[in-house]
């Protein structure tokens, strides 16, 4: 048995660990999504399945929801988990959450990050309360990116995978300070809609491109 934490910790501050993943057996692997949120870009999911064999303890140790880790650290983290973890992603386009909804484009960036997977698991933990139809044992896990370090793990590779992308449409719609607010609603955001407009990457059925856009036309640059 490898000496890193695995199922359980005593520090001050509870970290993920691979409990929830042990107790339920078998191959099971955490999925968590990223962008649910923003004014701007896709969602983005990744599922990952870890063996703490394959992982360095340094990389255990290091894995975390991915808002607690600092954003410098996150893509060697993200990077490493990739080398020694089996992991699949998805996203869900800006027109996709329009048309669907971004619950239900949640969903299908969840389901195209599983089927990107080179196995098929057992069962997934998912963060949150609400389970996607993956067509395998889902397991919901509020706050799983706290408790579950699959999930956690998860976190971090769809969070690092979607700034980058943000960062490269910023390089092509510049004003709007994606490369460091990543769609968010930020006073910067907001200014450079004020400015530039609304753009195709924008979400029309989020406030507050809906009301920047006039029911008769949503023409974008």
């Not at 020694?84 to 027109?95: F, L, P």
């Not at 389901?111 to 196995?119: E, F, I, N």
């Not at 004020?194 to 036309?217: K, M």
Request: aromatic share 4%; hydrophobic share 45%; charged share 25%.
């Amino acid at each position: 048995m490898s000496l890193c934490r695995i199922d359980g910790n005593g520090g001050a501050e509870r970290m993920p660990d691979y409990a929830l993943e042990t107790e339920l057996g078998g191959v099971v692997g955490g999925l968590d999504e990223v962008g649910r949120g923003p004014w701007a870009g896709p969602v983005v999911a990744a599922a990952v399945i870890l063996d703490p064999r394959r992982l360095p303890c340094a990389v255990l140790e290091a894995i975390d929801d991915s808002k607690k880790v600092p954003a410098h650290r996150r893509p060697a983290l993200a990077a490493a988990i990739r080398a020694h973890a089996w992991v699949g992603v998805g996203a869900a386009s800006t027109r996709e959450i329009d048309r669907d909804n971004v619950l239900r484009a949640t969903f299908a960036a969840m389901v195209r990050a599983l089927g990107r997977l080179p196995m098929v698991p057992d069962a997934m933990l998912v963060d949150g309360n609400q389970a996607p139809p993956l067509g395998c044992r889902v397991v919901t896990v509020v706050d799983g990116d706290a408790r579950s370090l699959s999930i956690a793990a998860a976190s971090i590779v769809a969070k690092v995978l979607r700034d980058q992308m943000m960062a490269k449409l910023a390089l092509r719609h510049p004003g709007y300070g994606w490369e460091t607010n990543v769609g968010y609603g930020t006073p910067g955001h907001r200014d450079g809609l004020a400015r530039f407009g609304v753009t195709r990457h924008h979400r029309q059925t989020f406030a507050p491109i809906t009301h920047i856009l006039s029911p008769e036309s949503r023409k974008t640059r």
